[in-house]
């Protein structure tokens, strides 16, 4: 088995995964509890649709994938908070009419584009092989970037997440948090659709943030927890798919899965026997 894991890091796209994998992991993880708690943990599906659209433009057109697809996806996110604020369409309806016209045009330009290089699969349930030393690079800066806002903003984003309401009452800029909070989820998004594809990507957001509220209680514990849980998700998903041949991001969403179902019965358990 310690020779079979030796000879997976050989391979330089297993360590362009790994890598990139782990980062957009954590970054997906620490959003995702705000998504959750703000009961808007489908923009991560709505945008992902959106990417779609983006990266078959940037296949077609011969651009970079990720240079056409990050600022369409941020622009989609603000799009979406803006319009959710205005309440003019509610959030839920707001994110199916922009994901799904999305990702109509997103199949409509593969499949009128003949002769393009395309791979629909690769886009849609991702691929590990799908990511350059080009994209690698960008993905390690652009996820970085993405973890010192968090930790930057790291209290206005506590504050909206929990009562909105009182941050704005107290002279917090609420929209301006909001819309930070929208931006760096549409770079993560982005950042893992090549890998999970765009129809899984979201499960990174919200499956860790689940299953940790399941044990823990308080905002801190559940994001660390949720951190955490993500990367080992992360790495275990990628093993089975390197050696049962397994689609990458189906592979450690059922890795998720059975972490959500295993911190089910522990916050059961937990909470059965917790003294009153």
């Given at each position: 088995?310690?020779?079979?894991?030796?000879?997976?890091?050989?391979?330089?796209?297993?360590?362009r995964?790994?890598?990139?994998?782990?980062?957009?992991?954590?970054?997906?993880?620490?959003?995702?509890?705000?998504?959750?708690?703000?009961?808007?943990?489908?923009?991560?599906?709505?945008l992902?649709?959106?990417?779609?659209?983006?990266?078959?433009?940037?296949?077609?057109?011969?651009?970079?994938?990720?240079t056409?697809?990050?600022?369409?996806?941020?622009?989609?996110?603000?799009?979406?908070?803006?319009?959710?604020?205005?309440?003019?369409?509610?959030?839920?309806?707001?994110?199916?009419?922009?994901?799904?016209?999305?990702?109509?045009?997103?199949?409509?330009?593969?499949?009128?584009?003949?002769?393009?290089?395309?791979?629909?699969?690769?886009?849609?349930?991702?691929?590990?092989?799908?990511?350059?030393?080009?994209?690698?690079?960008?993905?390690?800066?652009?996820?970085?970037?993405?973890?010192?806002?968090?930790?930057?903003?790291?209290?206005?984003?506590?504050?909206?997440?929990?009562?909105?309401?009182?941050?704005?009452?107290?002279?917090?800029?609420?929209?301006?948090?909001?819309?930070?909070?929208?931006?760096?989820?549409?770079?993560?998004?982005?950042?893992?659709?090549?890998?999970?594809?765009a129809?899984?990507?979201?499960?990174?957001?919200?499956?860790?943030?689940?299953?940790a509220?399941?044990?823990?209680?308080?905002?801190?514990?559940?994001?660390?927890?949720?951190?955490?849980?993500?990367?080992?998700?992360?790495?275990?998903?990628?093993?089975?798919?390197?050696?049962?041949?397994?689609?990458?991001?189906?592979?450690?969403?059922?890795?998720?899965?059975?972490?959500?179902?295993?911190?089910?019965?522990?916050?059961?358990?937990l909470?059965?026997?917790?003294?009153?």
């Open positions: 088995m310690l020779e079979q894991l030796m000879e997976l890091f050989q391979y330089p796209f297993i360590t995964a790994l890598i990139v994998g782990t980062l957009v992991s954590l970054c997906a993880a620490l959003l995702g509890v705000s998504l959750v708690l703000k009961r808007y943990s489908m923009i991560g599906d709505g992902s649709h959106v990417g779609f659209g983006a990266l078959a433009c940037a296949q077609v057109a011969g651009v970079a994938p990720l056409l697809a990050i600022p369409i996806v941020v622009a989609a996110a603000i799009l979406l908070l803006r319009l959710s604020e205005s309440g003019k369409i509610k959030g839920d309806a707001a994110i199916a009419f922009i994901s799904t016209g999305a990702l109509a045009a997103g199949v409509l330009i593969i499949s009128l584009s003949r002769g393009a290089n395309t791979d629909l699969l690769n886009y849609m349930f991702g691929s590990i092989l799908a990511m350059s030393t080009g994209d690698v690079v960008l993905s390690i800066c652009l996820s970085l970037a993405v973890l010192v806002l968090y930790l930057f903003f790291y209290n206005k984003i506590f504050a909206v997440t929990f009562d909105e309401t009182f941050a704005k009452a107290t002279g917090k800029k609420t929209s301006l948090y909001n819309t930070v909070i929208a931006a760096l989820t549409a770079v993560t998004i982005v950042l893992g659709m090549r890998m999970m594809g129809l899984l990507i979201s499960a990174l957001v919200i499956f860790p943030a689940l299953s509220m399941r044990v823990f209680k308080s905002f801190a514990g559940v994001t660390v927890c949720s951190v955490i849980l993500s990367v080992i998700c992360f790495f275990i998903g990628i093993l089975a798919s390197y050696f049962y041949a397994a689609p990458t991001g189906a592979s450690v969403v059922m890795v998720h899965m059975a972490a959500f179902l295993l911190f089910s019965v522990a916050g059961a358990v909470n059965r026997f917790s003294p009153r």
